[in-house]
């Protein structure tokens, strides 16, 4: 249990750090300029994060997991410190990277971890705590990094977790259990190099919309087709290697890529819908950011709720399919009603669909995590959990892209009609609360009328997902596999 505090430790610390920044980005602008470079400090942060998720899984599986993961928030914290220490936004950014090479490995390496000391059944349980973690750090995220740039300075939201790092290294360090795995090392470098090449592209082409102006410009074109080339380079390699980062055979499964959907889906709406329903809200409703804020209360309690009570269920039955299924029609059903939502519906009965979809994220949140590891080699946990994770964090990055191009498509259309606004984009909540009712009115039947596709486009994309879920096999997972130590955990 000490140890299993110290991992969901360094688990907050590793969410915390984007939920934090998000609030002082504006303050840091203020004193660096560059607004153009703004989402940038970001995209940094999900780049490299992504980037180097497999190589971390695939590292633990080589080394064993305590010296890697301690590697990992080593650098994490190093990176804290010098995002601290910035004298320019490019610093900032170089920072950031640095910050992401360690906290890809955080993510990783805590849901190895917890598959080395937990039995599957018991696993479903212990992971379903993770998820209260990241509902306080998005709780608590913005708010404190709002507090602390203004009492402190914006550098203290990353200078707070260089205690945090120093503590979670001590644990593990004292309590982590060192396990030399059973085989020769050999890293797979061209392998991890060409993996890390192809997945930076694809995260870099999501974001290349506000670069090159278009997902489709001849720059975006480069990037992505850049990134096909590396990817199947990446293939072939693996196919010729011992080691390999992301062993092919995993695919040989069926049960595994069809996982990788679900997660794919689970990311795309669990993540990626969060900013878009933020300003659904404080354009549609006329709510501020903090009563938008508030509201996101029913989504993260949702998720908090259903976690909890499928890692009981899953713990109890063995079984994880079925909620895999209902996670994905949930959240496919309220968002398909949020598209049809006319102007001036009651907030009580959209909380109460933010609450519905917050708990059918929370249901299947970890069916996939759960899933591969079981179908995987256990020789292969590593690079599994690694693998699934990426897809996750891809989903909500592509998605994201996609959002944004469907809503700026459609706000073209009667946008200019408004008397006296000029770029609808440009307005702000507080200029809004300004404009007169009627005006008020346009705009935010404006704004309905071009989520509606995006909340269509968000309900496909998890339908994808509940289509997936339902072609998994539906496995009971083993009670327990046998050593000593296990069955004393799941006592």
Not at 225 to 242: I, N, P, Q, T
Not at 276 to 295: C, E, K, N, R
Not at 310 to 328: D, E, Q, V
Request: glycine share 12%; with cysteine; charged share 10%.
């Amino acid at each position: 249990m000490v140890l299993f505090s110290f991992l969901m430790a360094a688990l907050f610390m590793a969410t915390l750090d984007n939920q934090i920044v998000s609030t002082a980005l504006p303050t840091i602008v203020g004193e660096f300029g560059q607004l153009e470079r703004f989402g940038w400090v970001g995209s940094a942060y999900l780049l490299a994060t992504s980037a180097v998720m497999p190589l971390y899984g695939k590292l633990g599986d080589l080394f064993g997991r305590k010296y890697v993961m301690m590697a990992a928030i080593f650098i994490f914290t190093v990176g804290s410190l010098v995002c601290g220490l910035a004298v320019s936004m490019n610093t900032l950014i170089a920072a950031r990277v640095l910050q992401g090479l360690g906290g890809g490995g955080i993510m990783v390496s805590i849901f190895s971890v917890n598959a080395d000391l937990f039995e599957p059944r018991v696993r479903a349980r212990y992971q379903s705590y993770s998820s209260l973690v990241l509902m306080a750090s998005g709780a608590v995220g913005p708010i404190l990094g709002g507090t602390l740039s203004e009492a402190f300075g914006w550098r203290s939201i990353f200078l707070v977790n260089l205690p945090i790092g120093i503590i979670v290294l001590t644990g593990l360090a004292l309590f982590l259990p060192y396990r030399k795995p059973h085989r020769r090392p050999k890293i797979d470098y061209a392998g991890a190099a060409l993996l890390a090449m192809a997945v930076t592209s694809l995260v870099f082409w999501a974001d290349s919309a506000q670069i090159f102006g278009s997902l489709v410009a001849p720059e975006s074109l480069a990037v992505i087709a850049f990134g096909a080339l590396a990817a199947f380079l990446w293939v072939k390699v693996e196919g010729r290697v011992a080691e390999p980062v992301v062993p092919l055979g995993l695919f040989a499964n069926p049960t595994i890529p069809l996982l990788l959907i679900v997660s794919l889906a689970s990311g795309a709406v669990g993540i990626g819908s969060v900013n878009y329903v933020a300003l659904y809200l404080q354009t549609t409703t006329g709510l501020s950011p903090t009563g938008a804020g508030l509201l996101f209360i029913a989504t993260t309690g949702g998720i908090a709720i259903g976690s909890l009570t499928s890692g009981r269920l899953i713990a109890r039955s063995g079984r994880y399919k079925i909620f895999g299924m209902i996670s994905g029609a949930g959240s496919c059903i309220a968002f398909a009603i949020f598209s049809q939502l006319p102007v001036g519906t009651p907030l009580v009965f959209i909380t109460f669909l933010m609450l519905a979809h917050g708990i059918s994220v929370g249901i299947g949140q970890q069916v996939p995590v759960i899933g591969v590891q079981n179908a995987a080699n256990p020789r292969d946990v590593g690079a599994a959990t690694g693998t699934v994770t990426l897809t996750r964090m891809g989903g909500a990055s592509i998605a994201i892209s996609i959002y944004g191009a469907v809503l700026g498509a459609f706000m073209n259309h009667g946008a200019a009609a408004i008397p006296g606004i000029g770029n609808i984009e440009e307005l702000t909540p507080t200029a809004m609360a300004a404009l007169s009712p009627q005006t008020r009115a346009l705009v935010a039947e404006t704004y309905a009328h071009a989520f509606g596709p995006v909340f269509i486009s968000m309900s496909l994309m998890i339908a994808c997902g509940f289509i997936a879920a339902c072609c998994v096999k539906n496995v009971q997972l083993p009670t327990a596999r046998g050593t000593k130590p296990e069955a004393v955990l799941a006592e």
